[in-house]
């Protein structure tokens, strides 16, 4: 289960992701926001951090304008590795090398067509096996 989340500023490129995920099979579950009105992105970035950290989805995604408040604000969360991509290679790095289970983007920086492609990337790539990976990882918990 996926557990997907946007503001207003997000909330354009949230339908598209939604869409996408639907015709590649994948549950997910909208903590909001569900139009287009203002509203605050620590709230919903909560509500998805939560529902990863807590173990009720296994990854989530966050879109706002830049990305960068959604990203600052999931990483509050114990637990969390948020990660802001705008680029296929950092999703897939970020998955490999950080076990990154939220993916933040930003609708104003990525176009539609990229930003599926960055979501494929996320969700496609699994955590490297690698006793290194897993060390720093286990580290970044450790803060
Ligand atoms: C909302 O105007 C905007 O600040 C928000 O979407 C996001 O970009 C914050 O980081």
Not at 82 to 109: K, P, Q, W, Y
């Amino acid at each position: 289960m996926i557990a997907i989340g946007s503001d207003h500023g997000g909330y354009e490129l949230k339908q598209e992701v939604m869409k996408h995920l639907e015709a590649r099979g994948f549950e997910f579950k909208d903590y909001g926001c569900y139009d287009r009105k203002s509203c605050d992105y620590p709230e919903i970035a909560h509500m998805v951090a939560h529902a990863v950290a807590d173990g009720h989805c296994e990854r989530g995604i966050l879109i706002c304008g830049t990305g960068i408040g959604m990203s600052m604000a999931a990483n509050k969360v114990p637990g969390i590795r948020a990660a802001l991509c705008g680029d296929c290679f950092s999703a897939r790095m970020t998955r490999e090398h950080n076990d990154a289970n939220i993916l933040c983007m930003g609708e104003r920086v990525v176009g539609p067509g990229l930003a599926l492609m960055i979501v494929d990337a996320f969700l496609d790539t699994e955590h490297s096996e690698d006793e290194r990976h897993h060390r720093r990882v286990s580290k970044i918990e450790q803060i």
